[in-house]
């Protein structure tokens, strides 16, 4: 099976700060890569799907790239409703489709 | 408005079983593929099941064998029988819709998940 490596496992941050959580494949994935945010108590939020497109009603602040089997989340302002644990997903053909451990981000 | 509602959750002893059902709304429930998630507490997320719309399911290694998928498309409804359950199947479980018809595309809407607890 395909194992997806977050990380950090969490971090803390500035409001206004540029925040950068990668995600690594063990194997190539192409870019069959997503990203969602989960709030405390709520199901998972869609943000990102193939790599770097932007999920419908996104804020735009939210980024994501590629880079072989290297894969970034960006958020480039911090702002207070992002504090969430943030999940990557490969679903490329070939169950499991994997989520990494998360990232949970926090306001200093 | 897309709308996911988990329900069947509950307390459940070792071995037991129990049907959990996801009732979808907003959105072609036969065109497009659904899954279910599971978080253990205070854990991250595992894929567990999922149907495409044309009904060939998938499941992950952990369940195979004592989980079984399957939907209603006249009753907008997804459902997921769990069977032999094990202290580690304790998890609050979500449904989730795909993007298409194929199971290994994003998923675009979740529901608010419903409590699975596995003790004596």
């Known amino acids: 099976d395909i194992q997806m490596t977050q990380s950090p496992s969490s971090l803390s941050a500035f409001v206004g700060d540029r925040v950068t959580i990668t995600c690594r494949a063990s194997?190539?994935?192409?870019?069959?890569l997503a990203w969602y945010q989960q709030k405390p108590g709520k199901g998972p939020k869609l943000l990102i799907y193939?790599?770097?497109t932007l999920q419908s009603g996104v804020p735009s602040r939210f980024s994501g790239s590629a880079s072989g089997t290297d894969f970034t989340l960006t958020i480039s302002s911090l702002q207070p409703e992002d504090v969430a644990t943030y999940y990557c997903?490969?679903?490329?053909?070939?169950?499991?489709?994997?989520f990494g451990g998360g990232t949970k981000v926090e306001i200093k | 408005e897309v709308q996911l509602l988990e329900s069947g959750g509950g307390l459940v002893q070792p071995g037991g079983s129990l049907r959990l059902s996801c009732a979808a709304s907003g959105f072609t429930f036969s065109s497009s593929a659904m899954t279910w998630v599971r978080q253990a507490p205070r854990k991250g997320l595992e894929w567990v099941s999922a149907?495409?719309?044309?009904?060939?399911?998938y499941y992950a290694d952990s369940v195979k064998g004592r989980f079984t998928i399957s939907r209603d498309n006249s009753k907008n409804t997804l459902y997921l029988q769990l069977n032999s359950l094990r202290a580690d199947d304790t998890a609050v479980y979500y449904c989730a819709k795909g993007r298409g018809k194929y199971y290994d595309l994003p998923l675009d809407y979740w529901g608010q998940g419903t409590l699975v607890t596995v003790s004596s």
């Open positions: 149907i495409s719309s044309g009904g060939s399911t």
């Open positions: 194997q190539g994935i192409s870019n069959y």
């Open positions: 193939a790599a770097s």
């Open positions: 997903q490969k679903y490329n053909s070939a169950p499991p489709l994997t």
